[in-house]
């Protein structure tokens, strides 16, 4: 079998004297053990190198664990690589299918390697780069669910092992750029079983408010993620702080009062800081200064000590730490200087254990500089997986923008519908389960592209027209009554039973109120002739006998449907009818795209929302807030607020369907989508 058998058994066993002699002997063990797998690895047929390396390692594993020492070595990793490196389920089969024997030491060796995470890591890596999206599998019915469309895998991912991260920071409403980055996180931490950590970045007290805080769990609750765990990096201060001791003692960093325009040119030209080499001592003593919130120290900031010749403007001695007198929302006045964003985010996310941090395309300059920090403190390293900022036509979404609005009373709100913050779009009427999947279909994408609203909205009208009852209502001022001759009087309250949903019964029924008396749209009346046929949506067909002098017709009990070209909404003409208003909205930026060089108060639109009253099916009176239905032959509607009474009515927004067009010929006041 192999060559082992002459080794000496203290070498083979570790030693059992000093520290020096047990590490030499270790070295000298797994220096054999690597020339051995090399040795059996140019056998050509894997029956005969797992025979070979499996009656050497059963003698040699028969009381250890690993083949040297106490922990994972290169002379493991040699061996099990001459064995095929059998960590995915099915190779490792293959293997203690030629061994004969799945108790040996052998295969609970190869057991032992194969569950180890570093071995799982490679393994996916291995896989991801040989077949694209590859992904192993490490135990018989652990199979993960495929990616959705549009998604790539994590490198290195492996299930149980996954925590991701979404970092806001607690000084704004989320909106849909947000929105994506919460969405990508959490569907990878569902997918390989792992965690989500919602943390708040409030690292600067002069923007931070707890209203924001707040809103931002309301917002993640619309959008149905629930965080394994949340946490502020506020709680991790203290242990920043002594990292960036850390950095100043190693000589990594120093302090500087440079004023900061003249810092920014001086990064611009790659000009060093006449500071940057003063000694440790020097710039702890400045750093105490920064930190203890005396007026001399507010000049200071701490600056990483990398590169200023790097063509990477971010690793020119990134400033990392700065002085801040303003109360902190959490800490109070525990604190008088805080960390950038720069340097918390590293080291937080290796402490709380990521994985795999999401980041928008726009930071890939800040990667390397991430890099360098976990480097230079010794912390864990976190990989980063880029995606593609989400921009939308005709919609801004900075903070600064988005105050301006809220403060000139050009929407209601933040949470108005005609803002692109996740309340915002809530209340105009997204489905989540829509909107995860649009985000998750652009979700590999790394180009910043400028989204066409009217794509989501497309989508989402896919999702809600699946449960969307169906109801009527008639325009309030333009209408026509018309009389059903053998229609049945009011106070008969007859009714006929229609579906609430016409492709799935299993929404339930609802009745239609039907009457003598009856109201049609006037675009739909003014185009009747006498003796035409046409067909009252969920009654019936009725022909028409007069049209001057008043509209007349007369039902056909059984009417040819399909003969009856035209199909129009009407109401029976009774009391139980309810006031409703339906609001429409357009876009509130009226330029597609805006440039660097255009101030976005040029392009505010002047009519960004209408209101139509209706008179409604009395059925309506049954919704609630949040509903989302389809009035019929004119589009879908959430409920903003349910019906009280006559003097406050039902009232509906528009939710767009994605259609330049509404469905039939009642247009509404402004555009469609």
Same mark, same amino acid.
């Given at each position: 079998?192999?060559?082992?058998?002459?080794?000496?058994?203290?070498?083979?066993?570790?030693?059992?004297?000093?520290?020096?002699?047990?590490?030499?002997?270790?070295?000298?063990?797994?220096?054999?053990?690597?020339?051995?797998?090399?040795?059996?690895?140019?056998?050509?047929?894997?029956?005969?190198?797992?025979?070979?390396?499996?009656?050497?390692?059963?003698?040699?594993?028969?009381?250890?664990?690993?083949?040297?020492?106490?922990?994972?070595?290169?002379?493991?990793?040699?061996?099990?690589?001459?064995?095929?490196?059998?960590?995915?389920?099915?190779?490792?089969?293959?293997?203690?299918?030629?061994?004969?024997?799945?108790?040996?030491?052998?295969?609970?060796?190869?057991?032992?390697?194969?569950?180890?995470?570093?071995?799982?890591?490679?393994?996916?890596?291995?896989?991801?780069?040989?077949?694209?999206?590859?992904?192993?599998?490490?135990?018989?019915?652990?199979?993960?669910?495929?990616?959705?469309?549009?998604?790539?895998?994590?490198?290195?991912?492996?299930?149980?092992?996954?925590?991701?991260?979404?970092?806001?920071?607690?000084?704004?409403?989320?909106?849909?750029?947000?929105?994506?980055?919460?969405?990508?996180?959490?569907?990878?931490?569902?997918?390989?079983?792992?965690?989500?950590?919602?943390?708040?970045?409030?690292?600067?007290?002069?923007?931070?408010?707890?209203?924001?805080?707040?809103?931002?769990?309301?917002?993640?609750?619309?959008?149905?993620?629930? !965080?394994?765990?949340?946490?502020?990096?506020?709680?991790?201060?203290?242990?920043?702080?002594?990292?960036?001791?850390?950095?100043?003692?190693?000589?990594?960093?120093?302090?500087?009062?440079?004023?900061?325009?003249?810092?920014?040119?001086?990064?611009?030209?790659?000009?060093?800081?006449?500071?940057?080499?003063?000694?440790?001592?020097?710039?702890?003593?400045?750093?105490?200064?920064?930190?203890?919130?005396?007026?001399?120290?507010?000049?200071?900031?701490?600056?990483?000590?990398?590169?200023?010749?790097?063509?990477?403007?971010?690793?020119?001695?990134?400033?990392?730490?700065?002085?801040?007198?303003?109360?902190?929302?959490?800490?109070?006045?525990?604190?008088?200087?805080?960390?950038?964003?720069?340097?918390?985010?590293?080291?937080?996310?290796?402490?709380?254990?990521?994985?795999?941090?999401?980041?928008?395309?726009?930071?890939?300059?800040?990667?390397?500089?991430?890099?360098?920090?976990?480097?230079?403190?010794?912390?864990?390293?976190?990989?980063?997986?880029?995606?593609?900022?989400?921009?939308?036509?005709?919609?801004?979404?900075?903070?600064?923008?988005?105050?301006?609005?809220?403060?000139?009373?050009?929407?209601?709100?933040?949470?108005?519908?005609?803002?692109?913050?996740?309340?915002?779009?809530?209340?105009?009427?997204?489905?989540?389960?829509?909107?995860?999947?649009?985000?998750?279909?652009?979700?590999?994408?790394?180009?910043?592209?400028?989204?066409?609203?009217?794509?989501?909205?497309?989508?989402?009208?896919?999702?809600?027209?699946?449960?969307?009852?169906?109801?009527?209502?008639?325009?309030?001022?333009?209408?026509?009554?018309?009389?059903?001759?053998?229609?049945?009087?009011?106070?008969?309250?007859?009714?006929?039973?229609?579906?609430?949903? !016409?492709?799935?019964?299993?929404?339930?029924?609802?009745?239609?109120?039907?009457?003598?008396?009856?109201?049609?749209?006037?675009?739909?009346?003014?185009?009747?002739?006498?003796?035409?046929?046409?067909?009252?949506?969920?009654?019936?067909?009725?022909?028409?006998?007069?049209?001057?002098?008043?509209?007349?017709?007369?039902?056909?009990?059984?009417?040819?449907?399909?003969?009856?070209?035209?199909?129009?909404?009407?109401?029976?003409?009774?009391?139980?009818?309810?006031?409703?208003?339906?609001?429409?909205?357009?876009?509130?930026?009226?330029?597609?795209?805006?440039?660097?060089?255009?101030?976005?108060?040029?392009?505010?639109? !002047?009519?960004?929302?209408?209101?139509?009253?209706?008179?409604?099916?009395?059925?309506?009176?049954?919704?609630?807030?949040?509903?989302?239905?389809?009035?019929?032959?004119?589009?879908?509607?959430?409920?903003?607020?349910?019906?009280?009474?006559?003097?406050?009515?039902?009232?509906?927004?528009?939710?767009?369907?994605?259609?330049?067009?509404?469905?039939?010929?009642?247009?509404?006041?402004?555009?469609?989508?």
């Amino acid at each position: 079998g192999g060559g082992m058998g002459t080794t000496d058994g203290a070498v083979l066993l570790g030693g059992g004297g000093d520290e020096a002699a047990d590490e030499a002997a270790s070295l000298a063990a797994s220096d054999q053990w690597i020339d051995y797998a090399l040795s059996v690895s140019k056998f050509q047929s894997l029956p005969r190198r797992v025979r070979a390396v499996s009656s050497t390692l059963n003698a040699a594993l028969k009381s250890r664990t690993y083949l040297c020492g106490f922990r994972l070595t290169i002379a493991d990793l040699a061996a099990y690589a001459a064995m095929g490196f059998p960590s995915r389920y099915e190779d490792a089969a293959a293997v203690k299918d030629l061994l004969g024997d799945d108790k040996c030491p052998t295969a609970r060796w190869m057991d032992v390697l194969a569950s180890h995470p570093a071995i799982r890591e490679a393994t996916q890596i291995a896989a991801s780069i040989s077949a694209e999206d590859a992904e192993a599998v490490f135990e018989p019915g652990t199979e993960m669910e495929t990616l959705v469309e549009g998604m790539n895998s994590l490198e290195g991912a492996t299930p149980g092992r996954v925590v991701t991260r979404f970092p806001p920071e607690p000084s704004g409403y989320l909106h849909v750029g947000h929105a994506k980055a919460v969405l990508l996180n959490d569907y990878y931490a569902r997918r390989y079983g792992g965690r989500l950590i919602v943390r708040f970045d409030d690292t600067n007290p002069s923007k931070e408010k707890e209203e924001y805080q707040a809103s931002i769990v309301e917002d993640l609750a619309k959008l149905n993620v629930k !965080p394994d765990v949340v946490t502020y990096t506020s709680d991790y201060f203290g242990a920043i702080r002594l990292y960036a001791e850390r950095l100043i003692r190693d000589g990594r960093a120093f302090m500087d009062d440079t004023p900061q325009e003249q810092m920014q040119k001086e990064r611009m030209d790659r000009v060093e800081s006449a500071l940057r080499n003063q000694t440790p001592e020097e710039a702890m003593e400045l750093f105490e200064l920064m930190c203890g919130g005396k007026p001399e120290g507010a000049k200071w900031c701490l600056r990483a000590k990398i590169d200023m010749k790097s063509v990477n403007g971010t690793m020119r001695d990134p400033v990392l730490y700065r002085q801040n007198t303003t109360p902190h929302h959490r800490s109070g006045t525990a604190y008088k200087a805080y960390p950038t964003y720069d340097l918390a985010c590293p080291i937080v996310d290796s402490i709380e254990g990521v994985t795999h941090a999401l980041r928008t395309t726009e930071y890939e300059d800040r990667n390397e500089q991430y890099a360098w920090i976990q480097n230079a403190l010794g912390l864990r390293r976190v990989r980063i997986h880029s995606f593609a900022r989400m921009n939308f036509v005709h919609t801004v979404l900075s903070k600064r923008k988005l105050t301006w609005f809220v403060d000139n009373g050009h929407v209601t709100g933040w949470d108005d519908a005609r803002f692109p913050t996740v309340r915002g779009v809530v209340r105009r009427g997204i489905d989540v389960e829509a909107l995860r999947g649009f985000i998750c279909s652009q979700g590999a994408s790394r180009r910043v592209v400028n989204m066409e609203w009217s794509k989501f909205w497309a989508e989402n009208k896919k999702r809600i027209d699946l449960y969307s009852k169906r109801f009527m209502a008639i325009d309030a001022e333009r209408h026509v009554r018309m009389t059903v001759v053998n229609g049945p009087a009011a106070d008969a309250r007859e009714y006929v039973a229609a579906d609430c949903h !016409p492709k799935d019964s299993s929404l339930g029924k609802r009745i239609v109120r039907i009457a003598r008396e009856v109201l049609l749209e006037k675009v739909d009346a003014d185009s009747l002739q006498v003796g035409e046929e046409f067909v009252l949506m969920r009654w019936g067909v009725v022909r028409v006998n007069q049209v001057d002098g008043g509209l007349q017709g007369e039902f056909i009990p059984d009417g040819d449907f399909k003969k009856a070209k035209k199909k129009f909404t009407w109401l029976a003409s009774v009391a139980d009818n309810i006031p409703c208003v339906l609001t429409e909205f357009d876009n509130l930026i009226t330029k597609e795209r805006l440039e660097e060089e255009d101030k976005f108060e040029d392009y505010i639109n !002047p009519h960004t929302m209408a209101e139509t009253p209706v008179i409604g099916d009395p059925g309506l009176k049954t919704l609630k807030e949040h509903d989302i239905i389809q009035l019929e032959r004119r589009g879908y509607y959430r409920v903003d607020r349910p019906y009280v009474n006559e003097s406050k009515p039902l009232i509906l927004y528009m939710v767009p369907d994605g259609k330049a067009k509404p469905m039939s010929g009642l247009v509404g006041q402004l555009k469609h989508s």
